[in-house]
């Protein structure tokens, strides 16, 4: 069982943004930036090209308007897209907010939030949401 089966299980703690019965969205605790969102299949699968072409579809449908959420509540210039998949296996899509004009992001490089900002942050996505 992957880290992200067990955070949508409940096993594991996050700041949840939203849920429906296929897909499950999140800020990633080590963000880009701040307000990168994780969102991903319930169903546990490695690589996003094994998803079935509903469910891959599905998943891009269920990230847009939490990506419209985040640029109403955060302002970035915009929120960028990134599939890279080789961190946790259990496919997923990485929402990023970029805030400057040729903003430098990496996976590998992370900002330091603290929980309330965190948990600031989750609530103003979620509040767009709404």
Do not use: W
């Not at 955070?7 to 990633?28: M, Q, T, V, W």
């Not at 929120?79 to 990023?96: D, F, K, N, S």
Request: proline letters at 5%; hydrophobic letters at 40%.
């Amino acid at each position: 069982m992957t880290i992200f089966s067990r955070i949508i299980n409940g096993e594991l703690p996050c700041y949840k943004i939203a849920e429906d019965d296929r897909h499950f969205a999140f800020l990633d605790i080590n963000p880009a930036s701040r307000g990168h969102v994780l969102v991903i299949p319930k169903q546990e699968t490695d690589y996003i090209f094994d998803l079935d072409d509903e469910l891959l579809k599905s998943l891009i449908t269920f990230a847009k308007p939490i990506a419209k959420a985040m640029d109403r509540a955060l302002k970035p210039i915009r929120t960028g897209i990134m599939v890279e998949g080789l961190e946790v296996p259990h496919a997923h899509i990485h929402l990023i907010p970029l805030y400057t004009a040729g903003q430098y992001f990496s996976l590998g490089k992370k900002v330091k939030l603290s929980k309330a900002e965190m948990e600031e942050t989750a609530q103003l996505i979620r509040s767009e949401l709404s």
